[in-house]
């Protein structure tokens, strides 16, 4: 198994993107890393019991290439997490505070069967305020959120906290 560290170096750091003061995690440097995508599936998978879960969602757009991944991996389905006015049928729609103003996340109405057990799949936790409000969606449809997996925590950000009572696992953790 890879040592976190070792993915850790395949992460590209980019200083002040997209705004001044934010330092962003770049996948994308590990994700042209056969082996190191490989590791960061199967370190993202450990986390999960496949008896446990029915239906993977994945936030866009970083959360797609993970659960697409993993979907194939555990021979399950992936539903998209989209931004507003991404999908083509009926949506159900979350909308969630940012620092200044609100974001939406959507899911089609039909996606999600009552009783389904859906784990949610993105690469960064931040403030939480994604992953949250697909959760929501997924329990407004009638799902229970039977984990939710992120390859990079900012341990200082406390997402955590936003996600009390979900069983929340990350790989890879990043202090300030
Ligand atoms: P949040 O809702 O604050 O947890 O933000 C999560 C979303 O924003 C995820 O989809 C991440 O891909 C993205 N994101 C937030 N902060 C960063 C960062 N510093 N580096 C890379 N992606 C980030």
Do not use: C, W
């Not at 009552?114 to 949250?132: E, M, S, Y």
């Amino acid at each position: 198994m890879v040592q976190p560290d070792e993915l850790k170096r395949l992460i590209r750091e980019v200083p002040d993107f997209p705004k001044p003061g934010i330092l962003f995690y770049d996948i994308t440097t590990l994700l042209k890393d056969a082996r190191g995508f490989q590791q960061a599936v199967e370190a993202l998978a450990s986390q999960l019991d496949a008896d446990a879960f029915d239906l993977l969602a994945g936030i866009e757009a970083r959360g797609f290439i993970f659960a697409g991944a993993l979907a194939y991996r555990f021979g399950k389905g992936l539903v998209p997490v989209r931004k507003p006015g991404k999908l083509p049928a009926a949506t159900v729609r979350e909308e969630y505070a940012l620092e200044y103003g609100t974001d939406a996340v959507e899911i089609h109405q039909d996606a999600i069967q009552p009783g389904t057990r859906v784990v949610i799949v993105d690469d960064v936790l931040a403030t939480g305020g994604t992953a949250r409000a697909a959760a929501r969606l997924i329990e407004r449809a009638g799902g229970k959120v039977a984990g939710i997996v992120f390859l990079i925590e900012l341990d200082f950000l406390r997402g955590r906290e936003n996600l009390a009572g979900y069983p929340v696992h990350s790989i890879l953790h990043y202090s300030a």
